[in-house]
């Protein structure tokens, strides 16, 4: 309770006179990187700020992935794009708490600053919990809570910014893939929701992994700029339970189970509702502020086109059916590279041969009629 209070103290003198307390010479600055959750928000681990001064019994960890569920339309927030995270304060032991409750891996490592570098941190830091700079509009790749991080650290070194070492010249989406192994439905909703920004080169250090391994070969005026590395929380890092109806075969064996019906207001349903996610893909590039959901080619394989299928004569059924196989052939094109070819490709296949049946087309002389 006694660090507590003297915890508030300390701010509050930060808040009054724009300065913390001066901090001793064996104040310690490090880097948390901290391990998955079984949330999806946490998949990919989180990234913090300690600073440690025994003299002034001080032990604090600043914090940039905070955000507030209460928040006003939420949800609309977060899809639009100008959903605000903010950086908060807890104390070590609060922090190590939580993670220690949810067994999950945390890993430190002490920064190898002069007294004035870790002094000035710690100012700029405490400052900004009283001002705007404590907010900021979370951007799934250039800004979250490891980027705020990787910034503070760049500016304190006088650098624009970190020299990444984990392999550049993969995509993003490739980069995300290990995160989702036994997590298919996740896997499904990120690969369909996300753009062509995420099939760019990997270039901006934006996972907590990658700054920890960015860190660790970092060299600052000729000296590693980490001079100790330890595991504080080891985790618990057992492997997810294969699920047959959390994994692609479920989706293919649900496909197959549809298209073995062969009927026609089922295949025209799917199609339908292919449709209505192609206009939400679409229109969610439009109105997000995300630049990972713009240009979704995804909307090539669940045309808005569908939408008319059912309201069409044959004449003109046939010919939308006949651009909207073309369009997805278009589409397995763009998709020969991509990670999450083998995900999309029963939807393909699927979405091609109702599309074939319900134009009453069998250039393979290998369909039945539909009923």
Same mark, same amino acid.
């Given at each position: 309770?006694?660090?507590?209070?003297?915890?508030?103290?300390?701010?509050?003198?930060?808040?009054?006179?724009?300065?913390?307390?001066?901090?001793?010479?064996?104040?310690?600055?490090?880097?948390?990187?901290?391990?998955?959750?079984?949330?999806?928000?946490?998949?990919?681990?989180?990234?913090?700020?300690?600073?440690?001064?025994?003299?002034?019994?001080?032990?604090? +960890?600043?914090? =940039?992935?905070?955000?507030?569920?209460?928040?006003?339309?939420?949800?609309?927030?977060?899809?639009?794009?100008?959903?605000? =995270?903010?950086?908060?304060?807890?104390?070590?032991?609060?922090?190590?708490?939580? $993670?220690?409750?949810?067994?999950?891996?945390?890993?430190?490592?002490?920064?190898?600053?002069?007294?004035?570098?870790?002094?000035?941190?710690?100012?700029?830091?405490?400052?900004?919990? $009283?001002?705007?700079?404590?907010?900021?509009?979370?951007?799934?790749? &250039?800004?979250?809570?490891?980027?705020?991080?990787?910034?503070?650290?760049?500016?304190?070194?006088?650098?624009?910014?970190?020299?990444?070492? &984990?392999?550049?010249? +993969?995509?993003?989406?490739?980069?995300?893939?290990?995160?989702?192994?036994?997590?298919?439905?996740?896997?499904?909703?990120?690969?369909?929701?996300?753009?062509?920004?995420? &099939?760019?080169?990997?270039?901006?250090?934006?996972?907590?992994?990658?700054?920890?391994?960015?860190?660790?070969?970092?060299?600052? &005026?000729?000296?590693?700029?980490?001079?100790?590395?330890?595991?504080?929380?080891?985790?618990?890092?057992?492997?997810?339970?294969?699920?047959?109806?959390?994994?692609? =075969?479920?989706?293919?064996?649900?496909?197959?189970?549809?298209?073995?019906?062969?009927?026609?207001?089922?295949?025209?349903?799917?199609?339908?509702?292919?449709?209505?996610?192609?206009?939400?893909?679409?229109?969610?590039?439009? =109105?997000?502020?995300?630049?990972?959901?713009?240009?979704?080619?995804?909307?090539?394989?669940?045309?808005?086109?569908?939408?008319?299928?059912?309201?069409?004569?044959?004449?003109?059924?046939?010919?939308?059916?006949?651009?909207?196989?073309?369009?997805?052939?278009?589409?397995?094109?763009?998709?020969?590279?991509?990670?999450?070819?083998?995900?999309?490709?029963?939807?393909?296949?699927?979405?091609?041969?109702?599309?074939?049946?319900?134009?009453?087309?069998?250039?393979?002389?290998?369909?039945?009629?539909?009923?």
């Amino acid at each position: 309770m006694a660090k507590k209070i003297l915890l508030l103290l300390l701010f509050y003198c930060a808040h009054v006179e724009a300065q913390g307390p001066i901090l001793s010479e064996n104040t310690k600055v490090s880097i948390f990187t901290c391990g998955r959750g079984e949330e999806l928000y946490s998949t990919f681990g989180h990234t913090a700020i300690r600073i440690k001064d025994d003299e002034n019994q001080l032990d604090v +960890v600043f914090n =940039y992935g905070a955000f507030d569920f209460r928040t006003d339309n939420f949800y609309l927030k977060f899809i639009k794009g100008d959903l605000q =995270y903010f950086m908060n304060v807890t104390s070590h032991e609060d922090f190590i708490l939580e $993670y220690q409750t949810d067994e999950r891996e945390v890993i430190e490592q002490t920064l190898n600053l002069p007294l004035a570098k870790k002094q000035k941190l710690f100012e700029t830091l405490s400052a900004s919990l $009283y001002t705007s700079e404590r907010y900021y509009t979370y951007k799934f790749i &250039d800004r979250n809570c490891t980027t705020m991080v990787a910034e503070k650290i760049c500016t304190l070194l006088g650098q624009k910014s970190l020299e990444k070492v &984990d392999d550049t010249s +993969v995509s993003y989406r490739k980069v995300l893939f290990p995160y989702f192994e036994n997590y298919f439905w996740y896997k499904l909703g990120i690969n369909i929701i996300f753009g062509a920004k995420t &099939d760019s080169k990997a270039a901006k250090v934006f996972l907590p992994i990658e700054l920890m391994h960015t860190l660790d070969k970092a060299i600052v &005026d000729r000296k590693p700029l980490v001079s100790k590395k330890q595991t504080i929380i080891k985790g618990d890092k057992k492997q997810v339970e294969f699920s047959f109806i959390n994994s692609i =075969y479920f989706i293919v064996l649900i496909l197959f189970l549809l298209l073995l019906m062969n009927k026609r207001v089922l295949f025209y349903g799917y199609l339908f509702l292919s449709g209505i996610l192609g206009v939400f893909l679409c229109f969610v590039g439009l =109105y997000s502020d995300h630049q990972e959901v713009l240009w979704n080619y995804n909307a090539l394989l669940f045309s808005p086109l569908f939408l008319t299928l059912p309201f069409l004569k044959q004449t003109n059924l046939n010919k939308i059916c006949k651009l909207s196989i073309a369009i997805i052939f278009i589409y397995a094109i763009i998709m020969i590279n991509k990670p999450h070819l083998l995900i999309m490709l029963p939807f393909m296949i699927t979405t091609i041969y109702m599309l074939l049946k319900i134009s009453s087309k069998n250039p393979l002389k290998l369909l039945t009629s539909i009923k």
